[in-house]
């Protein structure tokens, strides 16, 4: 054989074999680009603050396998326990429901570990009450939470890992990780891809609210007490916990940053669309105009019903100052006195009689004061 033949023979084979790489290459390119790491979106809030609200924005989001609420099985199953010692079981049990474990839900949630029905608020999640999570399709009209507690009961806990794996955003909320250090190790975790949102109200207007929801348990189990417990304390509890989040973010590197949002419940009633788009935006999520005409209604309808759990169809920008309206300023002056350093570092001014609580010319919540 020639030198000149070995030499073709050598270049032949050279060719073939770049080939046959770069086809091997272009195979898992296009697996990684049908294949996307999902996205997992925490949001974290205190009772009463709109976070049920922000929820549904993204529950109706046909991207989104969303949950209400999982850490409410952990707290009701150890009910006599405190919140630091019950943050480590929450925390772990949303990692596991970000992976589509759901195999330490089906323990917390009792019944017997087999149906998502023994799973409280399951049908406030879209994605559980369609297919393949749920045989029964969709009602025309579209996600109906009566509907889906009715015909989805019996689906089962394999169904919904199954579901969960189909969706590219997984999406969680909860008012029950006061401690910001505890997710920690779910943001050094590479297999997920964990972003925050932060959602703060006015505290003024979250005591007013909680006037009127039996929160005894989840009081007893913030306070560490078993006894009877007043509004105040638990109030700066909370605010507390909800500026230390926000503080330990900011002291935080901006890898961390980048991965947090915090936005007012205020912000959010007045100008729902626009802060809807940056949340969706920050989640990597598009808004749809059927998603936009959505957020529009239930946010500028009356409820008609609101003896209904969860009836979200309000004039949100009416209720945005409902506090002051109620609420006797001796305990105004009180919750601004427990909540100063939140109040302070979200935007909202103290009140300083009770003609300007009343005069609704007066703000009290500061435009683009807060981080």
């Given at each position: 054989?020639?030198?000149?033949?070995?030499?073709?023979?050598?270049?032949?084979?050279?060719?073939?074999?770049?080939?046959?790489?770069?086809?091997?290459?272009?195979?898992?390119?296009?697996?990684?680009?049908?294949?996307?790491?999902?996205?997992?979106?925490?949001?974290?809030?205190?009772?009463r603050s709109?976070?049920?609200?922000?929820?549904?924005?993204?529950?109706?989001?046909?991207?989104?396998?969303?949950?209400?609420?999982?850490?409410?099985?952990?707290w009701m199953?150890?009910?006599?326990?405190?919140?630091?010692?019950?943050?480590?079981?929450?925390?772990?049990?949303?990692?596991?429901?970000?992976?589509?474990?759901?195999?330490?839900?089906?323990?917390?949630?009792?019944?017997?570990?087999?149906y998502i029905?023994?799973?409280?608020?399951?049908?406030?999640?879209?994605?559980?009450?369609?297919?393949?999570?749920?045989?029964?399709?969709?009602?025309?009209?579209?996600?109906?939470?009566?509907?889906?507690?009715?015909?989805?009961?019996?689906?089962?806990?394999?169904?919904?890992?199954?579901?969960?794996?189909?969706?590219?955003?997984?999406?969680?909320?909860?008012?029950?990780?006061?401690?910001?250090?505890?997710?920690?190790?779910?943001?050094?975790?590479?297999?997920?891809?964990?972003?925050?949102?932060?959602?703060?109200?006015?505290?003024?207007?979250?005591?007013?609210?909680?006037?009127?929801?039996?929160?005894?348990?989840?009081?007893?189990?913030?306070?560490?007490?078993?006894?009877?417990?007043?509004?105040?304390?638990?109030?700066?509890?909370?605010?507390?916990?909800?500026?230390?989040?926000?503080?330990?973010?900011?002291?935080?590197?901006?890898?961390?940053?980048?991965?947090?949002?915090?936005?007012?419940?205020?912000?959010?009633?007045?100008?729902?669309?626009?802060?809807?788009?940056?949340?969706?935006?920050?989640?990597?999520?598009?808004?749809?105009?059927?998603?936009?005409?959505?957020?529009?209604?239930?946010?500028?309808?009356?409820?008609?019903?609101?003896?209904?759990?969860?009836?979200?169809?309000?004039?949100?920008?009416?209720?945005?100052?409902?506090?002051?309206?109620?609420?006797?300023?001796?305990?105004?002056?009180?919750?601004?006195?427990?909540?100063?350093?939140?109040?302070?570092?979200?935007?909202?001014?103290?009140?300083?009689?009770?003609?300007?609580?009343?005069?609704?010319?007066?703000?009290?919540?500061?435009?683009?004061?807060?981080?």
């Amino acid at each position: 054989m020639s030198i000149r033949l070995v030499f073709y023979f050598c270049v032949l084979f050279y060719i073939i074999f770049l080939s046959c790489r770069y086809y091997e290459v272009g195979l898992i390119s296009k697996s990684y680009e049908t294949k996307k790491a999902p996205v997992h979106i925490l949001i974290l809030s205190s009772w009463r603050s709109g976070s049920s609200f922000i929820g549904q924005i993204f529950n109706h989001h046909p991207d989104v396998f969303y949950l209400f609420e999982p850490g409410h099985s952990v707290w009701m199953r150890f009910r006599k326990e405190g919140a630091r010692l019950l943050h480590y079981a929450v925390r772990d049990l949303i990692h596991s429901l970000f992976t589509c474990d759901v195999t330490p839900l089906q323990h917390y949630a009792g019944g017997d570990g087999q149906y998502i029905s023994s799973m409280s608020f399951f049908a406030e999640s879209r994605a559980l009450c369609s297919p393949p999570s749920c045989s029964h399709p969709l009602p025309p009209e579209g996600y109906n939470r009566s509907k889906c507690f009715q015909q989805c009961q019996n689906s089962t806990f394999d169904q919904m890992a199954k579901t969960c794996d189909t969706y590219s955003h997984r999406v969680m909320k909860t008012v029950r990780i006061l401690d910001y250090s505890v997710l920690v190790p779910l943001f050094r975790d590479p297999a997920l891809d964990l972003r925050i949102i932060h959602l703060v109200r006015d505290p003024r207007a979250i005591s007013s609210s909680r006037k009127s929801f039996k929160l005894k348990i989840e009081d007893e189990i913030v306070l560490k007490e078993h006894d009877k417990v007043i509004n105040g304390p638990v109030m700066a509890t909370i605010c507390k916990a909800q500026a230390n989040i926000n503080k330990m973010v900011q002291a935080a590197g901006d890898h961390l940053k980048r991965r947090y949002l915090l936005i007012r419940h205020e912000d959010l009633s007045t100008e729902p669309i626009a802060n809807t788009k940056k949340i969706y935006e920050f989640s990597g999520l598009k808004m749809t105009p059927d998603l936009e005409r959505w957020i529009y209604n239930i946010t500028h309808w009356d409820a008609k019903d609101k003896s209904m759990f969860m009836t979200f169809s309000r004039q949100s920008s009416k209720l945005v100052q409902q506090w002051r309206k109620t609420m006797d300023i001796s305990k105004v002056k009180e919750i601004e006195e427990y909540c100063k350093e939140a109040m302070d570092l979200f935007g909202y001014s103290p009140v300083g009689s009770k003609s300007d609580e009343q005069n609704m010319s007066l703000d009290f919540v500061w435009e683009g004061r807060y981080p």
